[in-house]
């Protein structure tokens, strides 16, 4: 590789781990109460919005906080939600010497008196937030990681030149460059998402100097990257990857994934890597569920299923009604139990998806085959008769049960 091509792929890396996501279906402008932080070399720009447990909302490097316009709006109805532009994007000044994304973060944190706050990034956005959370985990109760890179993970070269689309002639106009990731590019929004094509346009257009190099050669990466430390995250986190994103980010997706204890993935139709544009109904929705939903399965995963119980019936006794599990999610985690010869475990789980799913054929049946794995048969046949009593075509019951000697019609 000639050290033109090398110099070109390096400055490539860090735009692009500093780059996705925009906001589909609003205007590119926003009239939301902000102002500006005193930083060490600048200003960063900031708004705020709501009331109620904190939201800290960090963009890619493509854009800067209307990234999250739609986000914004709607999460300010419930909850006390912050957005700002890192140095050199938006209306931030741009950075004059070398500067740390995670101590400007964290001046944000000091300045508005955000003693803890849910962190939502997107793309390298993803990163501070990883690395935030490592650097100061006290500040931090549960983490949304949509397209993320991890610091310390290296990436393909698939990734640097976008499978050729990429060339080196693109390269050589630095507007031409930044386009080129809005307009063309299929890994960053599907081809199918037009819509949110021309507004990324727009956006990038009214705002060039996101683009700038500088916004990214002067930012210093942690001491010790993340990738090594995953295993000290100890907050609840969801992972949101577009399906047609560069394989790379889900490779770096399943390692936060992998690294991140009781971390949860979960893939978005019918999106690339600009999730939070293509289908921001979706990201909002699982950023709903997931407050409901992040904590309880965090505790399964890396606690205890008894443990969990108690969680679930603390949340019932403030909200008779919530449910922070799916009933087929939460199957297959008792069913994981089950094959793992954990069956009291399992046994637990299935009564709970029973409990909150009453109506459920399957969850009648399930946990009928978990009794008669423990040995209580009696159990296990007035649960597979529920079952067969909301599904009479459920020939999995009636196979089983005359297997035990039961006749049907009894």
């Known amino acids: 590789m000639t050290v033109y091509r090398y110099l070109f792929h390096a400055t490539l890396l860090m735009t692009i781990l500093t780059c996705a996501g925009y906001t589909s279906g609003l205007s590119s402008t926003s009239s939301f109460p902000g102002g500006y932080i005193q930083v060490d070399g600048g200003r960063l720009y900031y708004e705020a919005a709501g009331e109620g447990e904190a939201i800290v909302l960090i963009h890619d490097g493509l854009l800067h906080r209307e990234t999250w316009n739609l ?39 000091r300045a508005l008196s955000v003693e803890r706050a849910m962190l939502i990034g997107m793309s390298a956005g993803g990163r501070l937030a990883v690395d935030y959370t490592l650097a100061y985990p006290e500040q931090v109760t549960s983490l949304v990681l949509v397209g993320p890179v991890v610091s310390g993970m290296g990436f393909t070269n698939h990734f640097f030149d976008r499978s050729g689309r990429l060339t080196q002639d693109i390269m050589a106009n630095r507007e031409r460059w930044g386009r080129f990731y809005v307009a063309e590019d299929p890994y960053s929004i599907a081809p199918q998402n037009q819509a949110a094509r021309e507004l990324a346009t727009r956006l990038l257009e009214a705002n060039p100097h996101n683009f700038d190099a500088v916004n990214t050669q002067l930012a210093q990466p942690p001491e010790r990257p993340a990738i090594e430390r995953l295993s000290a995250i100890a907050v609840p986190t969801l992972i949101a990857v577009g399906e047609y994103d ?88 008792a069913y994981s139990y089950l094959f793992q010869g954990q069956v009291e475990e399992a046994t637990a789980l ?61």
Do not use: C
């Open 71 to 109: 986000e914004f709006d709607q999460l300010a109805r419930d909850y006390r939600v912050i957005r700002y532009d890192r140095r050199g994007y938006g209306r931030s000044t741009p950075p004059e010497q070398p500067f740390s994304n995670v101590e400007d973060l964290h001046e944000i944190f």
């Open 350 to 410: 299935f009564k709970l998806i029973v409990a909150v799913y009453p109506d459920s054929w399957n969850a009648y049946d399930s946990l009928g085959e978990a009794l008669l794995t423990a040995g209580d048969r009696s159990g296990a046949e007035a649960n597979y008769r529920k079952s067969l009593e909301l599904n009479p075509g459920n020939s999995n019951a009636v196979r089983v049960l005359e297997s035990m000697g039961v006749k049907i019609g009894d």
């Open 246 to 333: 560069i394989a790379d980010v889900h490779a770096h997706a399943g390692a936060l994934e992998a690294g991140i204890p009781g971390s949860q993935r979960v893939i978005v139709r019918g999106a690339a890597h600009f999730v939070p544009m293509e289908q921001p109904e979706t990201l909002l929705s699982l950023v709903q569920s997931f407050r409901i939903s992040g904590r309880f399965n965090f505790i399964l995963r890396t606690q205890s299923v008894a443990e969990a119980i108690d969680y679930f019936h603390s949340l019932r006794e403030e909200d008779p009604n919530v449910v922070p599990f799916e009933e087929n999610a939460m199957n297959q985690e």
